[in-house]
């Protein structure tokens, strides 16, 4: 299929009109990516996390197995045992009666730091305790010391790329006496950016140059018969006997909650295992995490799920997954799918900002939004696959208000000059309607069929020369004020008023339907409020004249016209030429209004009655003139056409029947011209 310059022209001015829009939103894009990509203030990744949050709350993790459990140091516990902190030897009667029930591993979200410690009988009773079973114990990462234990056995294959782990100095652990009497310790500490919640349990650490393994790690380590840790590098994985769980470059687990209620379930209070029967409550072979929930134990850290959880049931939720392999991920591609769906959005919703309408972009915009978004939640729900829903859609609503933004800014000033230049040309209704759709409007010039009306009053200049300058003035405003008047109310373009003259088009700007007739009715509407103006004294006293027009419908070149200081918008081609030759020709025939063929063909039905011939210019063949005569009846019309057809060849009977018709039409001045011709007198 060929496509016409014209169509290439259209589609030029339509983009053209929409590059500021184009621009904006490129400009908004490539700024939003570099933001989201430096973050220079961490906001992205501030929105990011909350993101994830919402989530891991909306769609909680389930658990498959049930081997780990919680003994909580509740206020409870504090009330009946004495305030915080307790006694080594109560911790030891505690851990004793988690070690009868034979669990895989205890392991303590307690720091029983050294120089915490006042050592003798205390220490010694809680070593034994922790002998009974395989028993972890917690240390944490000491930004301001230097001091280092050995860590856990662990191998690597190939070099392991984690250059965000956690990592201090130094480390605060329990006394040689206590570590000899564990398999092992674990770091509890939990890593937050400020004032966000914990998100993720670090699997390893780095302190005194040495690698230290989190708790959670360390517990099911040891459950699992004390295994050695394989950290390998290709796929990134940490091994934990039969177990694996993803390394990604911070060396630390993606926290995913369990519900509130499985939470309740795996949780035994301190107290009932510290009451005389309490043994035999904590499962055989499940690993059991001591600590507190109590306030005063300082234990809690805001999550998603709880902004008050105690540091215990993080631990556990990380157990929990360790051993079911419930694991969120965020590997490289994941990222790499947040910045192609980032550019894809914002370019989707930046391109419906600048080419549609407010209602149909928007719409397009939020569908591309909610299906990122639902996309999102489906690899989080499906594959546990963490893609940011937030920052993206941010971005693409960034980007698409500022687009329609400047697409709005745009169109309003279009729309506030097109009704500033046209108010006074056209009709309200149509100056709205080009308003709200401005590609109607073909400024740059367009082809287009059009009936031209030429209208001008008979004997003016005269008539300037009879009255008081202010009298004309006022005579002449009110009469042009009506005929503007009526050509807005028929459809029609006021073009220009030349003195008393008033040039007006029909079908221009936009299409108006029968426009021909639309002029025609208009013409015959300005002959009648001219006639009601003449019986006026003022007019009357003035001899103020009949207004003759002239009609002609043809093709024209319609739009703006003039130079850089001035532009008109206008209308060129013979059709103008004529209706202007038409105007003049009533002055011959008598009559008020000169219609040329091309308008009378468009005008089936109408009754015309014949005037005669003009030549409109010099090159152009003689064209038939005609006037509406609505009042005649179909034997009036027969007997003028009769007297029109024998003029020529028998001027006598022809004058004969134009006077039969006078009679009946009496104030006619087309009848009596044509009367004064065929007997010599016009």
């Known amino acids: 299929m060929r496509t016409s310059p014209g169509n290439v022209a259209t589609l030029g001015r339509w983009l053209r009109k929409r590059a500021v829009a184009w621009l904006t939103g490129a400009v908004l894009l490539l700024g939003g990516l570099w933001f989201i990509e430096r973050d220079p203030s961490g906001l992205a990744e501030r929105w990011r996390g909350l993101a994830f949050d919402a989530l891991g709350t909306a769609f909680p993790r389930e658990t498959a197995s049930n081997r780990v459990v919680v003994i909580d140091i509740d206020r409870a516990a504090l009330e009946k045992m004495g305030p915080w902190p307790w006694p080594r030897d109560v911790l030891a009667t505690l851990v004793a009666k988690v070690a009868a029930s034979r669990p895989a591993a205890i392991a303590l979200d307690i720091l029983l730091a050294d120089k915490g410690s006042a050592g003798g009988s205390g220490d010694e009773a809680l070593a034994a305790a922790l002998r009974r079973a395989p028993s972890v114990l917690g240390v944490v990462l000491d930004p301001d010391g230097n001091a280092g234990i050995d860590g856990p056995p662990i191998v690597t294959t190939g070099a392991i790329d984690t250059p965000d782990i956690l990592a201090a100095p130094g480390l605060d652990a329990p006394s040689a006496r206590l570590r000899d009497a564990a398999k092992g310790w674990g770091?509890?500490?939990?890593?937050?950016?400020?004032g966000q919640p914990v998100r993720t349990v670090p699997l390893l650490t780095v302190a005194a140059s040495g690698v230290?393994?989190?708790l959670a790690v360390e517990a099911v380590r040891v459950g699992?018969?004390?295994?050695?840790?394989?950290?390998?590098?290709r796929p990134p994985r940490l091994q934990i006997g039969p177990?694996?769980?993803?390394l990604e470059q911070n060396a630390s687990l993606w926290l995913h909650a369990s519900t509130k209620d499985h939470r309740i379930e795996r949780t035994i209070p301190a107290t009932a295992l510290l009451a005389e029967k309490g043994a035999g409550r904590v499962p055989e072979g499940s690993i059991a995490f001591i600590g507190a929930s109590a306030p005063e134990a300082g234990g809690l850290r805001a999550t998603a799920a709880d902004p008050f959880m105690p540091s215990v049931q993080i631990q556990a939720d990380a157990a929990e997954q360790l051993l079911d392999g419930a694991f969120l991920t965020r590997p490289r591609a994941a990222v790499l799918a947040e910045r192609a769906g980032s550019a894809i959005l914002s370019v989707g919703a930046i391109v419906a900002g600048a080419m549609l309408g407010p209602f149909w972009a928007s719409l397009v915009a939020a569908l591309l939004i909610v299906a990122w978004v639902a996309a999102a939640t489906l690899a989080f729900v499906r594959i546990s696959l963490l893609i940011d829903p937030l920052v993206p859609a941010l971005l693409a609503v960034f980007a698409f208000q500022g687009t329609a933004l400047a697409r709005f800014a745009i169109v309003w000033r279009e729309r506030r000059a097109i009704e500033a230049r046209f108010a006074q040309h056209l009709s309200p209704?149509?100056?709205?309607?080009?308003?709200q759709n401005l590609d109607v409007l073909r400024l740059e010039g367009e082809e287009r069929i059009v009936t031209a009306l030429f209208t001008d009053i008979e004997g003016f200049t005269a008539l300037t020369e009879r009255g008081r300058p202010q009298e004309v003035g006022s005579l002449l405003n009110a009469y042009l004020d009506r005929v503007s008047s009526l050509v807005v109310e028929h459809g029609g373009m006021i073009d220009k008023i030349v003195g008393d003259a008033v040039h007006a088009f029909f079908n221009a700007p936009l299409d108006l339907e029968n426009h021909a007739r639309c002029a025609i009715a208009c013409a015959q509407a300005i002959v009648g409020a001219t006639d009601a103006l003449r019986t006026k004294p003022e007019a009357a006293r003035l001899a103020f004249g009949r207004t003759r027009i002239g009609i002609e419908s043809g093709p024209a070149v319609v739009g703006d016209f003039g130079g850089s200081r001035k532009l008109d918008y206008t209308a060129h081609g013979a059709a103008i030429n004529t209706a202007a030759k038409l105007e003049a020709s009533n002055k011959l025939f008598r009559s008020s209004i000169a219609v040329g063929p091309g308008?009378?063909?468009l005008c089936p039905g109408l009754a015309f009655r014949p005037l005669g011939h003009i030549r409109p210019s010099s090159e152009s063949q003689p064209i038939l003139v005609c006037e509406p005569w609505p009042e005649a009846n179909q034997d009036d019309l027969a007997a003028y056409i009769e007297a029109f057809?024998?003029?020529?060849s028998d001027p006598a009977r022809a004058a004969r029947l134009f006077a039969e018709l006078a009679h009946r039409h009496p104030s006619d001045p087309a009848l009596r011209g044509w009367i004064e011709r065929l007997s010599g007198e016009g």
């Open 645 to 648: 057809e024998t003029s020529q």
């Open 224 to 233: 699992q018969g004390d295994v050695t840790l394989i950290a390998q590098a």
């Open 599 to 601: 308008a009378v063909a």
């Open 187 to 194: 770091v509890l500490s939990l890593a937050a950016p400020e």
């Open 212 to 214: 230290q393994d989190g």
């Open 243 to 246: 177990l694996s769980a993803p």
């Open 429 to 435: 209704a149509i100056v709205r309607r080009i308003a």
